[in-house]
Nanobody, 124 residues
């Protein structure tokens, strides 16, 4: 089992920045590729960003590419999502997830473990 706990969400204005963190426990963190997903009210959960086990490979949704950055610190069992130039359409609950594979993936079904989510609200 892998337990994931997100933090760092909040309410901000358009154009502001936030950094989300996700701390993992329970299994060897570096054995898992990590991803961030989000879910807005009335919408399906969607892929945001992913990183490989080592962190040397990343992958982004088109909607956030160039604004968001995913990174990880395997020594701290933590994955981050730096979100810049936030827009109202970024408003959602953000989830981190772990997939037991080497490479980054955007496929939701590849992820075995999920956090409880953290709310991000961006007002115009």
């Amino acid at each position: 089992q892998v337990q994931l706990v997100e933090s760092g969400g909040g309410s901000v204005q358009a154009g502001d920045s936030l950094r989300l963190s996700c701390v993992a426990s329970g299994r060897t963190f570096s054995n898992y590729a990590m991803g961030w997903f989000r879910q807005a009210p009335g919408k399906e959960r969607e892929f945001v960003a992913a990183t490989s086990r080592s962190g040397d490979s990343t992958y982004y949704a088109d909607s956030v590419n160039g604004r968001f950055t995913i990174s990880r610190n395997n020594a701290k069992n933590t994955v981050y999502l730096q979100m810049n130039s936030l827009k109202p359409e970024d408003t959602a609950v953000y989830y981190c997830a772990a997939a037991r594979r080497v490479g980054a993936t955007s496929l939701l079904y590849e992820y075995e473990y999920w956090g409880q989510g953290t709310q991000v609200t961006v007002s115009s």
